[in-house]
């Protein structure tokens, strides 16, 4: 079994979130996430679905910037073809996930 290592930017700091996190083995994604801390936070007006949106979203972003590092895509091509890909996944296999949420 094989882990990332924690970015150097987030350690030390006391108030750090680990908010995602997916693993590919056995032949399925299994993910593990921290749902509901949005809607504890101060900010009431805060929706949980557009702050997980934004959390993606800056995801694509990292991940398409990382591509041009490593494979020298066009950061803008890539950010692109992955939301397209998103959305052509979301449309295939509507209602397939399984699990739950531990308390």
Not at 17 to 42: C, F, H, K, T, Y
Not at 84 to 93: Q, V, Y
Request: overall charge negative; proline content about 4%; charged content about 20%.
């Amino acid at each position: 079994m094989s882990e990332l290592p924690i970015p150097e930017g987030i350690q030390g700091d006391p108030n750090a979130l680990e908010m995602l996190r997916v693993w590919i083995g056995n032949r399925d994604i299994q993910v593990s996430m921290l749902l509901g801390m949005w809607e504890q936070a101060s900010e009431n007006d805060i929706d949980e679905r557009e702050a997980w949106g934004e959390l993606l979203a800056d995801l694509i972003r990292h991940i398409a910037n990382g591509l041009t590092q490593s494979h020298d895509y066009n950061t803008t091509a890539s950010e692109m073809r992955i939301a397209n890909a998103i959305l052509t996944h979301l449309g295939h296999g509507a209602n397939t996930v399984e699990g739950g949420i531990k308390p």
